[in-house]
Antibody, heavy 120, light 108 residues
Framework: EVQLLESGGGLVQPGGSLRLSCAASGFTFSTYAMSWVRQAPGKGLEWISSITESGGSTYYADSMKGRFTISRDNSRSTLYLQMNSLRAEDTAVYYC?????????????WGQGTLVTVSS | SYELTQPPSVSVSPGQTARITCSGDALPKKYAYWYQQKSGQAPVLVIYEDNKRPSGIPERFSGSSSGTMATLTISGAQVEDEADYYCYSTDSSGNHWVFGGGTKLTVL
């Protein structure tokens, strides 16, 4: 059974940094791309970033480039999201998702999410 | 930037057919995907590559795509199908991965 467990969320001040983690199990982590998707309170889903199986290629939504960095450690089956210069509008539930790359890449399994609150 | 457009809400009575649409300029070339999100839960994939159903998803869920519009159909909607539904796809370049704004399905 695929399991994705996010952690690292919490309250952070504007301008601060946070690193999210996603521990994966139930599948061979190193053979799948992974992604982060977020959802602001009461709002829709927003793709943030994706990373290939080896970590050799990364992709970002235009609005996230430069502040967010995706990475992975295949030896630990863990996905990361480093978030810097956080703003109030980054307040959201952050989900990690197992990703299928292809003609149209998509997310086939999601974690339960971790809440990030940016506030003073 | 690329956009997928969904109606904000759809309402049906139990047993009726619910149809949720999603329009996007790149849909003739790119697959549409559908996610169900119940209150307080993570999204679940219910349709992939326009019309394929993952294992464990009830047969009453189906998908279709024609031209610039994709449609999620729930035949014989049940109360437990009440949720937000999001379509998802990419733009023609494949560089922008986009969700529709979501449709709240009410079954009562």
């Amino acid at each position: 059974e695929v399991q994705l467990l996010e952690s690292g969320g919490g309250l952070v001040q504007p301008g601060g940094s946070l690193r999210l983690s996603c521990a994966a199990s139930g599948f061979t982590f190193s053979t799948y791309a992974m992604s982060w998707v977020r959802q602001a309170p009461g709002k829709g889903l927003e793709w943030i970033s994706s990373i290939t199986e080896s970590g050799g290629s990364t992709y970002y939504a235009d609005s996230m480039k430069g502040r967010f960095t995706i990475s992975r450690d295949n030896s630990r089956s863990t996905l990361y999201l480093q978030m810097n210069s956080l703003r109030a509008e980054d307040t959201a539930v952050y989900y990690c998702a197992k990703t299928r790359l292809g003609i149209s890449s998509y997310f086939d399994y999601w974690g339960q999410g971790t809440l990030v609150t940016v506030s003073s | 930037s690329y956009e997928l457009t969904q109606p904000p809400s759809v309402s049906v009575s139990p047993g009726q057919t619910a149809r949720i649409t999603c329009s996007g300029d790149a849909l003739p070339k790119k697959y549409a995907y559908w996610y169900q999100q119940k209150s307080g839960q993570a999204p679940v994939l219910v349709i992939y590559e326009d019309n394929k159903r993952p294992s464990g998803i009830p047969e009453r869920f189906s998908g279709s795509s024609s031209g610039t519009m994709a449609t999620l159909t729930i035949s014989g909607a049940q109360v437990e199908d009440e949720a937000d539904y999001y379509c998802y796809s990419t733009d023609s370049s494949g560089n922008h991965w986009v969700f529709g704004g979501g449709t709240k399905l009410t079954v009562l």
